[in-house]
């Protein structure tokens, strides 16, 4: 069977191909199109689908539209009350039930060939679902969607046997955790649906202070559920227009809310565990790209593993609509081999694009040895590698590398991204020297989707990753998985003794990663970086010609 995964209803459009059971390719449209998100969660933008990205995932597997057998589109707009019932009332609601309507018909126009009646809708939340509880290592376990919403509800409680849904609970709108998260997002003058994690970040800065006026409003309600009073955040900090400072007390909001939210996802851990008694639980939902909240919830819930979809987002129920509809059209589905299922190039197709630029390049006899030079002189690299990863984070594809020996450093690679100096930046650390320097969080933790304490002896090693509150959003690289970085983090420790890089993604502030080599160019010539290792290939930035000092001129 050969499956086509569609999201477009909301935000972060994506597509993904599932062939026998098998994932073959998914990516964002943000990548092709270079918009950051693909577009705003705008009514009228719920028509625009991920063209380009579908157009791509068909073409990796050598599919024309006419061959597939079905195409999952990650929204049923059979599902949607109306703006009343919700309790949103929003108005907007009404036009994204329509267009939903119409994705066949645009679906058939976008890949000409395809016939309207294969596209299946998949409900919002059982996209999400299958995105975690199908596409993790384990088959059986039970299964935490929350998000802002989908149809009607934010939230799904349930597990996967063999294979199969089984719906445990859900939560109505209007009550949601990540619409919440959403509110004060916007409330601390952020981009809501679009910055979250750096109230996150923000949240680090303060004391949670307010949480017990928080406690009163976010509560689980012990079947499953939960309760979302509305909150007037002004009360306790007011309202940041763009780019204005905040206060101690909006880090502080940030820390109360960020409390609250964890307390009542273990409370859920926990409800959905007494009801499975399973012993994986994975997750999906942009509230399950909180990786503060994922540490905990496997700190404090009686689970002995945490899963987390690296695409949790809405970008991941692509895949997730496509897992669901092969499962029910008969195919036997396997997890999903990793984050890197974007975009990649051989070696000759590199080597084109360096010779069209018209740049000095240069082929060492291996990349990691000079990558790891050029970090032990703390300079800064690009690093574009293989297939791009699928989701917000950069796992080692399409990344910035540091040196994290070096306080300044922080404020450095914020410099380099032009994004805010309190934003953190993670370590890539060798898996099998993960244990020395981090605990608390899972190991190995190959997605970047959990929080570790930094051991005391190594704090002022790796004081670039080591975050306010002495923890660090580790990413451990293991040599069978990824020989390439693991080599290049061995070459630096054998320089300096560290067994960490810095690790961000390749791009700058308010544009997506980078994801073909024209956006790498881009990127290196427009950023203060020392050197672009792309494929086998190192660009190095010409060191500048000193100016001659200007001589008076002579008065006649």
């Known amino acids: 069977m050969k499956v086509l ?86 108005d907007g609601d009404v036009m994204r039930k329509r267009y939903a309507q119409m994705a066949p018909d645009f679906l058939a126009h976008a890949l000409p060939g395809l016939d309207p009646a294969k596209v299946h809708f998949v409900k919002h939340h059982v996209a999400h679902a299958a995105s975690a509880g199908k596409a993790a290592p384990q088959r059986d376990n039970a299964v935490l969607v929350l998000d802002g919403r989908g ?41 809501r649906s679009s910055d979250e994690f750096k109230v996150m970040a923000m949240a680090s800065y303060g004391k949670p202070r307010f949480l017990g006026e928080l406690s009163e409003l976010v509560r689980a309600t012990g079947d499953g559920g939960f309760v979302t009073e509305r909150i007037d955040f002004s009360e306790f900090a007011p309202r940041l227009g763009k780019d204005e400072p905040w206060t101690e007390d909006h880090a502080d909001l940030a820390a109360s809310v960020q409390t609250r939210l964890e307390e009542v996802l273990v409370d859920l851990a926990r409800w959905v565990h007494e009801q499975t008694g399973e012993k994986t639980l994975t997750m ?3 509230t399950a790209l909180n990786c503060v909240a994922n540490t905990r919830i496997l700190a404090e819930s009686p689970f002995e593993h945490v899963w987390v979809q690296p695409a949790a987002g809405d970008a991941g129920t692509a895949l997730g609509s496509a897992l669901h509809v092969a499962h029910e059209l008969g195919d036997r589905t396997d997890p999903m081999p990793g984050a890197a299922l974007g975009r990649g190039w051989t070696d000759d197709e590199i080597e084109r694009w360096l010779q069209t630029a018209a740049i000095d390049y240069e082929r060492p006899d291996d990349v990691a040895e000079t990558v790891a030079e050029v970090l032990a002189d703390n300079g800064i690299v690009a690093w574009f590698q293989g297939r791009s990863e699928y989701g917000p984070r950069a796992l080692g594809h399409r990344s910035l590398l540091a040196h994290p020996g070096f306080e300044a450093n922080l404020e450095r690679m914020n ?107 881009e990127c290196f010539g427009s950023a203060p970086v020392d050197l672009l290792a792309i494929g086998p290939f190192v660009v190095r930035r010409p060191r500048p010609t000193p100016r001659p000092t200007p001589r008076p001129t002579p008065r006649s």
């Not at 009228?44 to 991920?50: I, K, N, R, T, V």
């Not at 939230?155 to 998260?181: F, I, T």
């Open 151 to 191: 149809e009607a509800h934010s939230h799904l409680a349930g597990r996967y046997v063999d294979g199969q849904l089984e719906v445990l609970a859900g939560q109505a709108l209007p009550h949601s955790l990540g619409l919440m998260y959403e509110e004060l997002t916007d409330h601390l003058g952020f981009l």
């Open 284 to 286: 999906a939902g942009g």
């Open 415 to 521: 410099d380099v991204k032009g994004r805010e100096q309190f934003r953190p930046v993670a370590p890539m650390v060798l898996l099998e020297r993960a244990p020395e320097l981090f605990s608390r969080g899972p190991i190995p933790s190959p997605y970047m989707l959990f929080v570790h304490d930094v051991a005391e002896e190594w704090r002022d090693r790796i004081p670039t990753v080591t975050h306010v509150d002495g923890t660090a959003r580790i990413q451990t690289i293991d040599a069978g998985t990824e020989p390439l970085v693991h080599r290049m983090i061995s070459a630096f420790e054998r320089r300096t003794g560290l067994p960490v890089v810095v690790n961000t993604s390749l791009n700058t502030a308010g544009r997506p990663m980078v994801d073909d080599p024209r956006d790498a160019l």
């Open 5 to 90: 995964g569609i999201n477009a209803i909301y935000h972060d459009p994506a597509a993904a191909l599932v062939v026998d059971g098998r994932v073959v390719a998914a990516a964002e449209e943000e990548r092709f199109s270079r918009r950051k998100h693909g577009k705003r969660p705008l009514p009228w933008s719920a028509w625009e689908l991920p063209e380009l990205s579908a157009a791509w995932c068909l073409a990796e597997a050598g599919i024309r539209p006419e061959e597939l057998d079905a195409v999952a589109y990650s929204f049923d707009p059979a599902l949607m009350v109306t703006p009343e019932e919700t309790g949103l009332f929003d």
